[in-house]
Structures are given as C-alpha cells and as structure tokens.
C-alpha cells in the first residue's frame, strides 16, 4: 500500500492560546537538571570536566554483552522482543534477591523485587505512590539533585537534615520526623554528592530514631558495589524496618544506557502500589535488555568484572585528593570517599561556587555547584566533584588550575 | 576485595505501622491494570484468548535487529551503553520527524520530537505536565484503559464524549470544552478498543471544535502504519493547532520489548516541561535500544516489512468479522476496523459482558469486558477481540464457541 502525502493544514495565531494557563503546578515547581545545563558548558574538548556523573567506560564489558545478546535472540526468540510483565524477569529479579542475600544475609526472594527503568524511575514511582501536594519528605541536606526533581513534581514539604562524618545529625532527624513526613530518602553509601559514608554507628543511630515511626525508609545504593576501601555495612532499612526500600542499578557496573535500576522491599502493599504506578508509567521495562543483563550475569562472574572498576577508581580518587592535599589552599576541606564516584569540597563561607563556576570554566576546568543539591535554594560555597572519567595526569592538572581559581576568590 | 555476609536484622511488628496512612490520593484512586489481570486467566494454553493486545511476532524483525547490535557496538562502541540525551538520539528524532512529512507533507524537524520509553510514557508525562486534581481532561468514550490509568494518578475530572462511526458527537465535545479541559485525548485511527477510525468529515469537524479553544489536542497513533484498508487521513490537530501532540510508537511495527515510543510537537514551551518530566522519570530512553532502532530503519525499508504485517493482520481481521456474521446471534452488532488490531462488539443493552467471562472462560476462550475502557464506572454491554495473535482456524473456531456464549446469554 503507498501511502499518499496529503498537505496538512497549519494554524496561524499562538498568542491567544497561552500554554502556562494549561500547565500543572507540579511541573511548574520542577527545576530542569541543573547538571544537564552545566554538562553542555563543559562539552567542550578542551575542558576538563569534573562535573559530569559518568561511569568509566571500562565498567562496560561490550563484547561480552553483544555475545549474550545473540544467545538471547537464538535462545529465547519472540519472547525477548514481545510485551512482557510489569515487575520484570522472574530470573533476573531472582538473581538480584540472590546477590543481596549473600552480601548481607537478607531474605529476599524474586518477589521482593521490581525491574525498573533507571533506578531514577524508583524515585519517579515513590513520588507517585507516596507524596501528596504538602506532605513531608526527609532528605539529606544535600542530596542527589534528580531526586529533589522527581519529588518536587508532587509539591512535598522537604525536610533535610544535616549530614555529617557518620551519617546525620539525629537532632534535626527527629526534629524532621516530628514534623511528620511519609518517607525519608537516603543515599547511604559513598553518597552523591557528597562522597560520605555512614558509619555502622551512625547507622544504628539512624535505625533507632526510626524504628519506632510509620515512615518508607528509602536507601538509594547505585555505588554501593564499587567499594574500594573498608567493609560493607548493612543498610539502615532494608529487611531491619517495615517499610524499608533498597534501590539498586546496573549503570555503574555493567551499563547506563540500558536503564536497568531496581528496588527491593518486603512491604508487598507498597510494592502492588508501586507496580500500579510502574504499569501505569511505562508498561514494563526494556525487555530484551533484562534478557541480555540476565544472560551476562549468569555467563561471567560480576565479582571479577567489579574488581577491575574499583581498582581504577581507587587509583583516580587518589590521584584526585593527592593533588588537592598538595594545591588547594587553606581553607578548602575535603571528603575522601570510600567507593563510588564523587568527592565533595567545601570552601570557606560567603564564596560562591557558582559565581566560581564560570571562572573555572575560563580555565578550562568544570565542576557542579552545590547549589542544586539542597532542597532549599540558596548560594553556596559547595562543590561536587567527579573522578572516574579522566585519567591521573589530567584530573592531577585539573585540580591544580581549579585550585588556581579558588585561591584567587579566598 | 571479599564482601562479608552481615545478618541484617529483621523487624518484628509490622500491625502498629499502616501502610495506607502513607500512600498518596493519586494512587489510592489508580486502578491496577484489568487487562493485564484478565491475562493470567488467558494465558491457559487451552484457552483461544482475544483478550491480550499483543503484536503478531511476525513482526518482529529479529535477525536484522541482532545484525544492527553487532553493527551499533562496532560502529558506536562505548557510546552505546553510557548515560545519553533526554531528548532522544539526534538521527532517531530527525528519521521519525521525516517520516511525519514525507506521510504527511507536515515540516517537523528532530527537536520537534521526543523519544520515551514506550508511548505508554507520552502519557505520564502529559498528565504529570498538565494535570492538576479537578482539571478536566476530555477523552473518547470508551477510550484506551491505559491512559485513564496515567491520567487517574493525577485525580482529573474526566468528560467522556461518545465515538461514532465517523469521529466525536459533536453536541458533546462542546459541552465538554465548555465545561472545561487542559486536554483532550484521541485516537483517530484504529481506535483502542473500538477499531474505529475518524473520517475525513469527522476529523475536520473536531478540528473546527478545538480551533478556538485554548487545549492540548493529543493523538494517539500507534496503529497508523498498520491500515490494511482505505487512505491515511491526516490528523486532526498535529501541526494544525498550537497545542498538537502527536504519540508515535515502534511497539506494532518493530518490537514493543525496546519500549521505544515518542512524541512530536511543534509547541517546544509545551515540549520543554515534558522534557523536564522525563528528565526525572528515567534520565533517558534505552540508548542501546535507540541505536538498533536507528541502525534498523537506516539499513531496511520499513515499508516493506510493513506489508507483510498488513497483509497477516487484513487476513486475521477478515477471518474474525467473517466468522461473526456467520455465528453472532441477532443484535450483536461489531465494528469492521480498516487497521489496527482490536475491534468491538455490542451486545443487547442490559448484558454485562463482565458477567459473560467467566462463562467464555469455562469454554476456552477469552475477550476484554467493555468496562475498564470508559472513565466511568459501570456494567457495559460491550467487548474488546484481538484479532493478531491466531491463525484463521483458531480465530474462526473461538468465535463459533464465543458466539454460543453470548447466545446462551440472550
């Protein structure tokens, strides 16, 4: 059949048909990805980027994806490119309960589990099935930018509390917690983007300001694997409390590009909640890209494939504080994280880091701000930090022109 | 590095921490999907299921696809699995915009269109970016349950307006367009579930209608390559009206396990929110997927692989109607759909087809009760049949048996 080519008809006049009158006041509140904006400005060839949230392409193991990928075709046909159920592949949800129960002694089983687009899209779900317009909700102060994003689409009441050494100042928690809120999110683990850790103390702390408290305890653990220093710790919810979520990802250790996060939770109401929303949001996930995840994880050992990440990452966050230890000025403190991907500085009050932004982009070196990673607006002297995407001599020169730039403003 | 296994503790009481306290209106007032419940009791091998809404695998187009990943890891690499644009891939969006005008004869460019993750998105993003609760959101009546889903979470007043044999009631849209809406959502062609497409007439008249209104005119197109009867129709808003949105998908054409959908729009005001929304949905769409896509149409003509979907799902439909005028009892009416995959039948007023299942079932075959489709709760005397997913023998053979059921119950 040809198709014919039929001349559409174009309307004239726009400006009597206002489109801010037709938007939500949800999406009116949403800020646009401050990083999205910033990682244009530092596209540049020339710039050094730290600010990016880039894995190292060496996590990506490429030819062993592309093998699974022609086993899937030839193994599981039709299906691997037909609709599929909304929670995911049983095996692949299967394999994912299996791994946290060896890391932590848990109890997961597949049915705990639920597959989703980016573990981005669990916050995009939590929003959904949790948050009404003024509700409360605690976050760490600061915190992942695109969660504030995805929550703020649901006008929530943010709460943040101060985060320290070894995880938060349990005053303002319970402070917050008084001031009521459905959910509290936290990023446990080499945080981003900060580079914390809490500590096993810290930890119990936090559980036992919680324990007695109706709440969904959040934590968000997409670095957690890629520890390279110390011993894991176990999560403050989790299996430990009623409503305890663990979100996870393959985007730091096997790819982004497929958009395969997760979340793990006993709390089989919420979960049926979540599975509404997520049905309602995207039908199921990619689910030709769960087989080939699936098939890559039951062909290779993750474990020798992890090994290869932290290594280099170590070697890069080295480098990263070694060079700010011997070029950054007076003043300037540091974190020196354990695992994951970021480091944060902090400069003596009253600098702004984003009137410092512009300045170190003259010199051909980016950094994010930390402006966007508190809930409440407002200039600071904060910046985030990436090091897993140079190599030692350049994030080494980096550092020591981006100290340049700081001690000038000091 | 050797993660140790630490034994998480477990909570005890669960009873003094209620879940429903918790959860938000929006979901509380979501339905889980029906058809995807009434799936599992179809999925009996035993049972000839017109229930699900599942492409015939045929079009699948499976060794060219796994061609194309062998291509995009060689010819992309490392760019293939890392984190990417929210907007979509660049050659991805200009080949859809070109494919519109060259159908067309519209002037759409790649950043008139944004790629999602399934069209399934395009409708939890409008509703994140235009509904508030009590916002009037105008939709066919009956109307695909899916969108009533998305829409729900945001507590809309919905107007229902009644397709006919030619579009919209007409009286009826203006009332409600005089009552109030931020959108209105459409189906023109092959309609999900009715099988029904708007006329040349009944397009222009709707048109008229929306002409001076300040609204998002939506439609939804996931069937439009697949008419295996008569000429494309233009749409009725598109790049006619200042709020056009037009939903495009590869589900019925390619492979819906990718989940790759998208939207053009010539109102970028409109498309920067959505883009936003997106941003905090998921970041991106499947960007490895993106790539085979890409690759796929840029080394096959998808016309050609159209035509064999086309000519499977004419035989299929004719099969299906055929059978009906042979079997169906007087006053059974059902719809003869020039593409698409589904069509309608009416019972007699006053027979609850929801009440006809379970009897349908106990004789191993399997349809879509009318009631999920209509905003508004009710018994419907109506039934959705899938057409694509049996042969003639087995298509012929559940109507004979169907057409005994529903004679039995007159």
């Given at each position: 059949?040809?198709?014919?080519?039929?001349?559409?008809?174009?309307?004239?006049?726009?400006?009597?048909?206002?489109?801010?009158?037709?938007?939500?006041?949800?999406?009116?509140?949403?800020?646009?990805?401050?990083?999205?904006?910033?990682?244009?400005?530092?596209?540049?060839?020339?710039?050094?980027?730290?600010?990016?949230?880039?894995?190292?392409?060496?996590?990506?193991?490429?030819?062993?994806?592309?093998?699974?990928?022609?086993?899937?075709?030839?193994?599981?046909?039709?299906?691997?490119?037909?609709?599929?159920?909304?929670?995911?592949?049983?095996?692949?949800?299967?394999?994912?309960?299996?791994?946290?129960?060896?890391?932590?002694?848990?109890?997961?089983?597949?049915?705990?589990?639920?597959?989703?687009t980016g573990s981005q899209q669990?916050?995009?779900?939590?929003?959904?099935?949790?948050?009404?317009?003024?509700?409360?909700?605690?976050?760490?102060?600061?915190?992942?930018?695109?969660?504030?994003?995805?929550?703020?689409?649901?006008?929530?009441?943010?709460?943040?509390?101060?985060?320290?050494?070894?995880?938060?100042?349990?005053?303002?928690?319970?402070?917050?917690?008084?001031?009521?809120?459905?959910?509290?999110?936290?990023?446990?683990?080499?945080?981003?983007?900060?580079?914390?850790?809490?500590?096993?103390?810290?930890?119990?702390?936090?559980?036992?300001?919680?324990?007695?408290?109706?709440?969904?305890?959040?934590?968000?653990?997409?670095?957690?694997?890629?520890?390279?220093?110390?011993?894991?710790?176990?999560?403050?919810?989790?299996?430990?409390?009623?409503?305890?979520?663990?979100?996870?990802?393959?985007s730091?250790?096997?790819?982004?590009?497929?958009r395969?996060g997760?979340?793990?939770?006993?709390?089989?109401?919420?979960?049926?909640?979540?599975?509404?929303?997520?049905?309602?949001?995207?039908?199921?996930?990619?689910?030709?890209?769960?087989?080939?995840?699936?098939?890559?994880?039951?062909?290779?050992?993750?474990?020798?494939?992890?090994?290869?990440?932290?290594?280099?990452?170590?070697?890069?966050?080295?480098?990263?504080?070694?060079?700010?230890?011997?070029?950054?000025?007076?003043?300037?403190?540091?974190?020196?994280?354990?695992?994951?991907?970021?480091?944060?500085?902090?400069?003596?009050?009253?600098?702004?880091?984003?009137?410092?932004?512009?300045?170190?982009?003259?010199?051909?070196?980016?950094?994010?701000?930390?402006?966007?990673?508190?809930?409440?607006?407002?200039?600071?002297?904060?910046?985030?930090?990436?090091?897993?995407?140079?190599?030692?001599?350049?994030?080494?020169?980096?550092?020591?022109?981006?100290?340049?730039?700081?001690?000038?403003?000091?």
């Open positions: 059949m040809t198709q014919e080519t039929i001349a559409a008809e174009t309307f004239e006049a726009t400006g009597d048909f206002p489109i801010d009158e037709l938007l939500s006041d949800g999406i009116t509140n949403t800020p646009p990805s401050f990083v999205r904006a910033i990682l244009k400005a530092a596209s540049d060839p020339n710039v050094t980027s730290f600010a990016g949230g880039l894995p190292n392409p060496i996590s990506f193991p490429q030819e062993d994806l592309l093998e699974s990928m022609q086993r899937v075709v030839s193994e599981h046909g039709a299906e691997a490119f037909q609709y599929s159920a909304t929670a995911g592949l049983a095996g692949l949800r299967a394999w994912i309960a299996n791994r946290y129960n060896k890391r932590f002694g848990t109890d997961y089983v597949a049915d705990d589990v639920l597959i989703t669990v916050l995009d779900l939590l929003g959904k099935v949790l948050l009404d317009k003024g509700d409360g909700v605690i976050v760490e102060k600061p915190t992942y930018l695109a969660a504030i994003q995805a929550f703020a689409l649901h006008q929530p009441v943010f709460r943040e509390v101060e985060l320290t050494e070894d995880g938060l100042n349990i005053d303002e928690l319970n402070a917050a917690l008084d001031a009521g809120a459905k959910m509290i999110y936290l990023i446990p683990n080499f945080q981003n983007p900060t580079g914390l850790t809490y500590s096993a103390e810290g930890r119990r702390q936090v559980r036992e300001a919680l324990a007695d408290r109706n709440i969904v305890v959040v934590e968000d653990d997409p670095y957690g694997e890629l520890r390279f220093e110390g011993e894991s710790l176990p999560y403050i919810g989790g299996t430990a409390l009623p409503h305890g979520v663990i979100m996870g990802s393959f730091k250790t096997v790819t982004p590009g497929f395969m997760y979340l793990l939770t006993k709390d089989h109401e919420l979960l049926k909640k979540l599975n509404t929303a997520k049905e309602a949001a995207d039908l199921h996930t990619n689910v030709f890209s769960q087989f080939v995840i699936l098939d890559y994880l039951t062909h290779h050992d993750l474990d020798e494939h992890l090994v290869k990440i932290r290594d280099l990452y170590r070697t890069q966050a080295a480098a990263m504080t070694d060079a700010m230890e011997e070029y950054f000025p007076e003043g300037v403190s540091f974190t020196k994280p354990e695992g994951g991907m970021f480091l944060w500085a902090t400069l003596p009050e009253g600098i702004s880091t984003m009137d410092l932004f512009d300045k170190a982009l003259e010199r051909n070196v980016a950094f994010v701000p930390g402006d966007p990673f508190y809930a409440e607006p407002g200039k600071r002297s904060t910046m985030r930090l990436n090091f897993t995407n140079a190599d030692e001599e350049t994030i080494r020169d980096g550092i020591k022109r981006l100290a340049e730039v700081i001690a000038e403003a000091l």
